[in-house]
């Protein structure tokens, strides 16, 4: 199985991280977003990251230029995915939407192409459902920052093909990423793990057994975190994390009940940094402010 160009669903946090190590580890790389100001937002920051890549020495000058060169963006789904050989989608963590979006993707994306989710929790098996093609169907669960975090978790479904896992892995090892391959279970190991510790966190804060601030530094420094669990949600977004939970808490058992505090974080619209404020406030330059 060949992979030359990749198609990448959802411009928000993820596509743009997943756009460029694919644009970087050598693949034409088509951006799809319905939203057109997300989509320019995203190639700016794309072009942002390898500014800074190269400044740092991180990056080759003329590997970003080219790689900027194989990044296209397109507001629809027929121009993104008509001559893809992989497609990840990383729209917002919706079963609804991801299905929907599988069973036009199994019309529109050509007959031999992989169709990925980077979904962090919800069931490969039955977003495959949706198509005519469940042994291309497969998890691709990168990390945020994407081109930064070494992890790709490979998810086999139910009736993923071993040749689509191998495809996976070598555009994974392409991308610079290390792969684990996981059977589906929800959360795979990384959000199952992640999801409990952070919601932990949020029942604390409740309690009032320690600032945000005070838990993030204990978990740092007593137990060698590199990020506190509320730094590392404002990061993820608290409505991708509650998300999360609730189908967890949903398929794994009362363990994963979303604490209530996180669940009026949510509703007053503080989503973390992408909304400028979440546990922390994030003023213009990014930096962390103040105490929850
Ligand atoms: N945030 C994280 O740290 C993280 C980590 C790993 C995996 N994920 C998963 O990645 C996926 C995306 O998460 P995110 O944090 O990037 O979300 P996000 O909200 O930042 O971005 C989602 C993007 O999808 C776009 N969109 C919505 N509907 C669409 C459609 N039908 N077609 C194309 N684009 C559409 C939105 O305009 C938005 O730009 C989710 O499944 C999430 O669980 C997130």
Redesign the pocket.
């Known amino acids: 199985m060949s992979i030359r160009t990749i198609a990448v669903?959802?411009?928000?946090?993820?596509?743009?991280g997943i756009a460029y190590v694919s644009a970087l580890g050598g693949y034409t790389t088509r951006l799809?977003?319905?939203?057109r100001e997300?989509l320019d937002k995203?190639h700016a920051e794309i072009g942002a990251i390898f500014e800074k890549g190269v400044a740092t020495g991180k990056v080759a000058d003329s590997a970003a230029i080219d790689a900027m060169k194989r990044l296209h963006t397109a507001v629809t789904?027929e121009d993104a995915v008509k001559d893809a050989d992989l497609v990840i989608?990383?729209?917002?963590?919706r079963i609804e939407?991801?299905i929907?979006?599988f069973a036009k993707l199994d019309q529109l994306a050509p007959k031999h192409a992989v169709l990925a989710?980077?979904?962090?929790?919800?069931s490969i098996t039955e977003m495959a459902a949706a198509t005519t093609r469940a042994p291309l169907v497969v998890g691709m669960?990168?990390?945020?920052p994407v081109h930064r975090m070494k992890l790709l978790e490979i998810v086999r479904a139910l009736e993923t093909s071993d040749t689509t896992l191998q495809a996976c892995e070598a555009v994974g090892l392409a991308m610079g990423k290390e792969c684990v391959t996981v059977r589906e279970s929800p959360g795979f190991v990384t959000?199952r793990i992640n999801a409990l510790i952070g919601n932990e966190a949020f029942y604390m804060l409740q309690e009032g057994v320690a600032s945000a601030h005070d838990i993030d530094k204990a978990l740092k420094l007593g137990l060698n975190h590199p990020m506190g669990p509320f730094e590392l949600v404002d990061?993820?977004?608290l409505?991708?994390r509650l998300?999360?939970l609730r189908f967890l808490h949903r398929t794994l058992g009362e363990k994963f009940r979303p604490c209530p505090l996180m669940e009026q974080y949510v509703a007053a619209g503080r989503l973390g940094r992408?909304a400028g404020r979440g546990v922390y406030e994030y003023p213009e330059h990014g930096e962390k402010k103040g105490k929850a």
């Open positions: 669903l959802g411009a928000g946090l993820m596509g743009r799809q977003d319905t939203s997300q995203a789904l989608e990383a729209v917002p963590e939407l991801k929907e979006l989710s980077n979904t962090s929790s919800l669960h990168f990390f945020n959000s990061l993820v977004g409505d991708t998300s999360i992408k």
